[in-house]
């Protein structure tokens, strides 16, 4: 350290009493002041009290030197105690009692008076303009009873000039003192005021952000972070610490990192603020948050961007929720546009159910008119019952889609449906398809229509079998898995509670996105024409979803497809009930006649049914809606047997034209048809008394053995 450094250290030190680090600026100024006062004092009385005392004054030297010896007392004390106030009065109370003496004495002779001229400004710098004025006066009042009022005491003789010169120049020098001095404490006070303020708003900014979960941070122009709030270990589980130095992007996912440092590029280029940027970043525990980013940029004072500024918050809950809603959406779109696929499918297979009905029906009565030597003709008519039974078991599979086929509900242990499943496989597929089979559902029952659920397996088997033409693996899995209110909103078709997972997959060649958005639709397929009719999983759709259940699907090129069924759980499984369709019983003995009441809006189906009845000896009446079938039955009470109903029908359905026949006759017995399965209105009729039901198309021996069966009734 030089020489001139140890100086200026020394002369900061005494200056100050040593204080400066602990005080605002004003007391230290002030300290400075006393100091000074101190200094100047000490620096006059010892020359003049040395001179006093070599030049026959003696006791005057020893009075200046025993003031000094005080003033530099005064000094100690305020570098020990600080207590400026204290010693500044003591100091001004020395000096100006030292002046007033000079004055007394006459030793202000000549320009000697000139040295009390700096008393106004160290009076008025320390004790402020109101205390140090009243001073000041007190002291310009003594000095003019020293020079004007002729004391007794007072030794020394001073000419008018001089009395006016100091008297007019020591009120100029105090003007101008309180004046600066005014000025000074008025600035000074802004000054404080401008400062406390200043400090209140960082402190009130401080708080601000270290209160806030938000991450707040402020980069240089290489993007590396100069500050970064404690909202960065809420946010993403580093310390703020050890975030100073890396970049805003080293915190970032790989599938944003670009993006985002593209946004700030451009933001930087244009000296443009970065609004609302939505990044994912990887937390320290591995997991994605969304944050929403602004950022400002920092402008030089060469005018280019040294950083930027900026905020950014945790919007990983609004994501998820805007993701879940997404998928809502979707699934809510999916679901009306299967929805309307099933009506016009179930709608279509309705029509063509009676159609088929017609059809096989006079093919069954051509067979059955013909005789035995129309060998030939019998059997085409045969051929023809054949291709109808076909089609309608397309329709069946239509229905099934549609969740309007006929179903019965038992109990049934899943776990024992795939061991069936898997026995059939093992006779019937490719050797080169492995089965594999892993149970783990630890209650595998659920309530369902075996062969429904059945026919649900067998067709998820054969998609797994075609994906795999080379061979591979089909898998078979079972588990128990149940949904909260939150978990069943992500998948379509859930609601909260208990479900049987049964896992279907392979290992072929997967479906790409395309594919898997249209699996589920009828006649849809990706196979080649002529093997597949695109009905296989839309009757699997259907018959999951008429058990209230779901299905799921996984699938990539090249990776293979599984399908996920859930079924309700145990009890809780509850599908639409539906009466069993009459199985088919003999056919009626020749000559057992009743008056038979045809009702059905297909003229085609009207008509076989006369031609079936009418040949084992019934007498029938057709009608093609169901309020002339009211009329003509109130219009011949006694003379009609037997009803039979087709439940859909315009204007008046079924089941208000059963109603309408009860109430004319309690004991009316009705046969049901329909080309759906028997549903909610068929369940009412017949509960409320209809004695069968029966699915079109019909078969001539199940017609005329149901009709008879009711006639017999009683």
Same mark, same amino acid.
Not at 113 to 121: A, R
């Given at each position: 350290?030089?020489?001139?450094?140890? &100086?200026?250290?020394?002369?900061?030190?005494?200056?100050?009493?040593? @204080?400066?680090?602990?005080?605002?600026?004003?007391?230290?100024?002030?300290?400075?002041?006393?100091?000074?006062?101190?200094?100047?004092?000490?620096?006059?009385?010892?020359?003049?009290?040395?001179?006093?005392?070599?030049?026959?004054?003696? @006791? &005057?030297?020893?009075?200046?030197?025993?003031? @000094?010896?005080?003033?530099?007392?005064?000094?100690?004390?305020?570098?020990?105690?600080?207590?400026?106030?204290?010693?500044?009065?003591?100091?001004?109370?020395?000096?100006?009692?030292?002046?007033?003496?000079?004055?007394?004495?006459?030793?202000?002779? +000549?320009?000697?008076?000139?040295?009390?001229?700096?008393?106004?400004?160290?009076?008025?710098?320390?004790?402020?303009?109101?205390?140090?004025?009243?001073?000041?006066?007190?002291?310009?009042?003594?000095?003019?009873?020293?020079?004007?009022?002729?004391?007794?005491?007072?030794?020394?003789?001073?000419?008018?000039?001089?009395?006016?010169?100091?008297?007019?120049?020591?009120?100029?020098?105090?003007?101008?003192?309180?004046?600066?001095?005014?000025?000074?404490? %008025?600035?000074?006070?802004?000054?404080?005021?401008?400062?406390?303020?200043?400090?209140?708003?960082?402190?009130?900014?401080?708080?601000?952000?270290?209160?806030?979960?938000?991450?707040?941070?402020?980069?240089?122009?290489?993007?590396?972070?100069?500050?970064?709030?404690?909202?960065?270990?809420?946010? &993403?589980?580093?310390?703020?610490?050890?975030?100073?130095?890396?970049?805003?992007?080293?915190?970032?996912?790989?599938?944003?990192?670009?993006?985002?440092?593209?946004?700030?590029?451009?933001?930087?280029?244009?000296?443009?603020?970065?609004?609302?940027?939505?990044? !994912?970043?990887?937390?320290?525990?591995?997991?994605?948050?969304?944050?929403?980013?602004?950022?400002?940029?920092?402008?030089?004072?060469?005018?280019?961007?040294?950083?930027?500024?900026?905020?950014?918050?945790?919007?990983?809950?609004?994501?998820?929720?805007?993701?879940?809603?997404?998928?809502?959406?979707?699934?809510?779109?999916?679901?009306?546009?299967?929805?309307?696929?099933?009506?016009?499918?179930?709608?279509?297979?309705?029509?063509?159910? %009676?159609?088929?009905?017609?059809?096989?029906?006079?093919?069954? &009565?051509?067979?059955?008119?013909?005789?035995?030597?129309?060998?030939?003709?019998?059997?085409?008519?045969?051929?023809?019952?054949?291709?109808?039974? !076909?089609?309608?078991?397309?329709?069946?599979?239509?229905?099934?889609?549609?969740?309007?086929?006929?179903?019965?509900?038992?109990?049934?242990?899943?776990?024992?449906?795939?061991?069936?499943?898997?026995?059939?496989?093992?006779?019937?597929?490719?050797?080169?398809?492995?089965?594999?089979?892993?149970?783990?559902?630890?209650?595998?029952?659920?309530?369902?229509?075996?062969?429904?659920?059945? %026919?649900?397996?067998?067709?998820?088997?054969?998609?797994? !079998?075609?994906?795999?033409?080379?061979?591979?693996?089909?898998?078979?899995?079972?588990? %128990?898995?149940?949904?909260?209110?939150?978990?069943?909103?992500?998948?379509?078709?859930?609601?909260?509670?208990?479900?049987?997972?049964?896992?279907?997959?392979?290992?072929?060649?997967?479906?790409?996105?395309?594919?898997?958005?249209?699996?589920?639709?009828?006649?849809?397929?990706?196979?080649?024409?002529?093997?597949?009719?695109?009905? +296989?999983?839309?009757?699997?759709?259907?018959?999951?979803?008429?058990?209230?259940?779901?299905?799921?699907?996984?699938?990539?090129?090249?990776?293979?497809?599984?399908?996920?069924?859930?079924?309700?759980?145990?009890?809780?499984?509850?599908?639409?009930?539906?009466?069993?369709?009459?199985?088919?019983?003999?056919? +009626?003995?020749?000559?057992?006649?009743?008056?038979?009441?045809?009702?059905?809006?297909?003229?085609?189906?009207?008509?076989?049914?006369?031609?079936?009845?009418?040949?084992?000896?019934?007498?029938?009446?057709?009608?093609?809606?169901?309020?002339?079938?009211?009329?003509?039955?109130?219009?011949?009470?006694?003379?009609?047997?037997?009803?039979?109903?087709?439940?859909?029908?315009?204007?008046?359905?079924?089941?208000?034209?059963?109603?309408?026949?009860?109430?004319?006759?309690?004991?009316?017995?009705?046969?049901?048809?329909?080309?759906?399965?028997?549903?909610?209105?068929?369940?009412?009729?017949?509960?409320?008394?209809?004695?069968?039901?029966?699915?079109?198309?019909?078969?001539?021996?199940?017609?005329?053995?149901?009709?008879?069966?009711?006639?017999?009734?009683?």
């Amino acid at each position: 350290m030089s020489l001139r450094t140890k &100086l200026g250290r020394a002369a900061h030190d005494f200056l100050t009493s040593g @204080a400066f680090d602990r005080y605002g600026v004003e007391i230290t100024r002030k300290i400075i002041m006393a100091n000074i006062i101190f200094a100047t004092g000490v620096a006059i009385l010892i020359p003049y009290g040395l001179h006093s005392m070599t030049h026959g004054a003696p @006791a &005057l030297g020893t009075l200046d030197l025993c003031m @000094a010896a005080v003033l530099a007392s005064a000094a100690l004390f305020l570098r020990l105690t600080h207590r400026y106030l204290a010693a500044s009065y003591f100091g001004i109370f020395v000096m100006s009692a030292f002046y007033l003496y000079l004055f007394a004495s006459g030793a202000f002779g +000549g320009t000697g008076h000139l040295w009390s001229y700096n008393l106004p400004l160290f009076v008025l710098f320390l004790l402020g303009v109101k205390v140090g004025s009243l001073v000041i006066f007190a002291y310009l009042a003594a000095v003019m009873l020293i020079l004007f009022g002729g004391l007794p005491f007072v030794k020394a003789s001073y000419g008018a000039g001089l009395r006016t010169r100091f008297v007019g120049s020591f009120i100029a020098i105090y003007v101008l003192a309180y004046f600066f001095e005014y000025v000074r404490a %008025n600035t000074q006070a802004k000054i404080s005021q401008q400062k406390e303020d200043l400090e209140k708003s960082e402190q009130r900014l401080r708080d601000i952000v270290l209160s806030s979960s938000d991450l707040v941070w402020e980069a240089d122009r290489e993007w590396r972070y100069t500050y970064v709030s404690a909202g960065l270990e809420e946010l &993403l589980g580093h310390r703020a610490e050890d975030a100073l130095g890396k970049t805003i992007f080293d915190f970032v996912s790989d599938d944003d990192g670009s993006r985002a440092r593209r946004a700030f590029d451009e933001a930087s280029g244009k000296k443009a603020t970065v609004v609302d940027l939505e990044w !994912r970043c990887t937390h320290k525990d591995g997991r994605t948050v969304w944050l929403l980013t602004n950022a400002v940029p920092v402008v030089g004072s060469a005018g280019t961007v040294d950083g930027f500024r900026g905020v950014s918050k945790d919007i990983t809950e609004r994501i998820r929720a805007q993701e879940e809603r997404q998928l809502l959406e979707d699934q809510l779109r999916h679901a009306q546009k299967m929805e309307a696929i099933g009506q016009l499918a179930g709608g279509i297979a309705h029509d063509f159910n %009676n159609v088929l009905g017609a059809i096989s029906g006079y093919a069954d &009565l051509m067979k059955r008119r013909l005789p035995e030597q129309e060998e030939k003709l019998r059997r085409y008519a045969t051929m023809i019952r054949q291709a109808a039974q !076909r089609a309608a078991d397309l329709t069946a599979k239509l229905l099934a889609f549609a969740r309007k086929g006929t179903y019965t509900l038992v109990d049934i242990d899943i776990h024992e449906l795939v061991d069936e499943t898997c026995k059939v496989l093992e006779h019937t597929i490719d050797k080169r398809i492995t089965i594999g089979v892993s149970l783990e559902a630890d209650n595998p029952h659920v309530q369902g229509d075996r062969p429904q659920l059945q %026919n649900v397996l067998i067709n998820l088997a054969v998609n797994a !079998r075609d994906a795999m033409p080379q061979g591979g693996e089909m898998r078979f899995a079972t588990r %128990n898995v149940c949904f909260d209110e939150h978990e069943s909103r992500r998948h379509a078709g859930a609601r909260p509670g208990s479900y049987v997972r049964i896992s279907v997959s392979d290992t072929g060649h997967g479906m790409d996105a395309g594919v898997v958005e249209h699996i589920f639709e009828p006649f849809f397929t990706t196979k080649e024409p002529g093997k597949g009719t695109g009905l +296989g999983l839309a009757s699997v759709y259907g018959s999951v979803k008429s058990h209230q259940g779901f299905i799921e699907i996984d699938s990539a090129l090249g990776r293979g497809t599984t399908f996920d069924v859930y079924l309700p759980a145990g009890a809780e499984a509850s599908a639409a009930s539906g009466a069993a369709a009459l199985s088919g019983g003999t056919r +009626g003995k020749q000559g057992e006649s009743c008056a038979v009441l045809v009702v059905d809006d297909e003229e085609t189906v009207r008509e076989v049914f006369r031609e079936m009845l009418e040949d084992i000896g019934c007498t029938v009446v057709a009608v093609g809606t169901g309020r002339e079938a009211v009329e003509y039955y109130r219009e011949h009470p006694g003379k009609i047997d037997v009803v039979v109903l087709d439940m859909i029908m315009p204007a008046m359905g079924g089941l208000q034209c059963f109603r309408e026949l009860k109430k004319t006759d309690p004991k009316v017995k009705v046969v049901l048809s329909s080309g759906y399965t028997v549903g909610e209105e068929g369940r009412h009729a017949l509960d409320e008394g209809a004695l069968a039901f029966l699915h079109k198309p019909v078969d001539s021996d199940d017609l005329c053995a149901a009709v008879l069966k009711a006639a017999r009734a009683r």
